[in-house]
């Protein structure tokens, strides 16, 4: 059968009124708009909903079994409607972000914070993964997003950068470098570097940049996690190149950061699902880390010595 929601609105609303000029008037139709869905619906069913005499309207016998049971139903779709329409702004339930290791120790513990303050009703857990693995969850729907670093072949992702900061030399604070107000890419030539592996998003642009400088690494570690990092360097057994976000340097350590020009950014960017909404309450979030990882962007562009590109 093919009738449509009108038809059954107008018959509820002639068997509450008992009239067609009545019921038009509820439900704001023309009484020949109430006639013609009438018509209709009784094509449609193959039957005689009501009996019309010049003075009133009466439910067939058909009609009067008809006429409650719709309007229950109609009673029904209504409150799911607008049951659905409730939860679309709401903001409760379960969020799960997943990032890799240098955004979850240094980016995501404020952005935890911040939801839970605005937010308090949405709980929000995070997975510390390898990007590879940050994207895998993405795709499979594991979690409601996640945030990863730039560039990512990903045609099946909606992808947003939301900050970008610079990478900066570490040394230890005995190392000619720390005597530097700045270092250049080309000076690597020949230094013995630690570096993360390729779990780690960065470790692509920072081979990149090498290759683009004409310097020739000599990786003696590759590690994974940023936190080996600082000692390592600070052991003597190299130097090493980081993200901003991973500052700042561990109280008490014998370390140094230096600015390396020309200045090379990496993105961070947040992925979800192509053509996939997110629920209001991972919405909330998402939008929540963008105004965080902006207002973070402002103020360090705000401080003298911030390198810009």
């Known amino acids: 059968m093919n009738y449509s929601l009108r038809q059954l609105r107008t ?78 702004t709401q903001h409760t339930g379960t969020v ?36 590879q693995q940050v994207l895998h969850s993405v795709r499979n729907a594991e979690v409601d997003f996640g ?44 230094q013995a570097l630690v570096l993360q592996d390729y779990a780690s998003g960065s470790r692509m642009l920072i081979d990149r940049a090498l290759a683009e400088q004409g310097v020739t690494a000599e990786i003696v ?16 057994i190299g130097i090493g190149v980081l993200p901003a976000l991973a500052l700042p340097l561990p109280a008490g350590s014998r370390l140094a950061v230096r600015v390396l020009h020309p200045v090379v950014n990496r993105s961070l960017m947040l992925v979800r699902r192509k053509n996939r909404s997110l629920s209001p309450a991972a919405e909330a979030i998402w939008q929540v880390v963008q105004a965080q990882a902006a207002a973070l962007t402002q103020r360090r562009q705000q401080q003298p010595n911030w390198p810009q590109a």
């Open 147 to 190: 945030i990863v670093i730039d560039p990512v072949t990903a045609a099946d992702l909606h992808c947003e950068v939301i900050m970008q900061e610079p990478f900066l030399l570490l040394c230890r604070d005995d190392h000619p470098f720390a005597g530097q107000a700045q270092a250049n890419w080309r000076d690597l030539e020949g």
């Open 11 to 88: 018959f509820v609303a002639i068997a509450r009124h008992g009239s067609f000029s009545r019921a038009g008037e509820a439900i704001g139709l023309s009484q020949s708009a109430v006639s013609h869905s009438i018509k209709e619906l009784e094509a449609e069913v193959g039957i005689r909903l009501l009996d019309r005499t010049t003075r009133e309207v009466v439910l067939t016998d058909a009609g009067q079994r008809l006429a409650p049971r719709v309007e229950r139903l109609l009673e029904e779709l209504q409150a799911a409607l607008l049951d659905s329409r409730s939860f679309g």
């Open 96 to 131: 799960r972000v997943a990032s890799s290791q240098t955004i979850s120790a240094h980016l995501m513990p404020q952005r935890i914070a911040d939801g839970a303050a605005r937010f308090p009703e949405i709980r929000l857990t995070l997975r510390d993964q390898p990007q």
């Open 221 to 236: 570690q590759e590690i994974g996690h940023p936190v080996t990092l600082y000692p390592m360097v600070e052991a003597g």
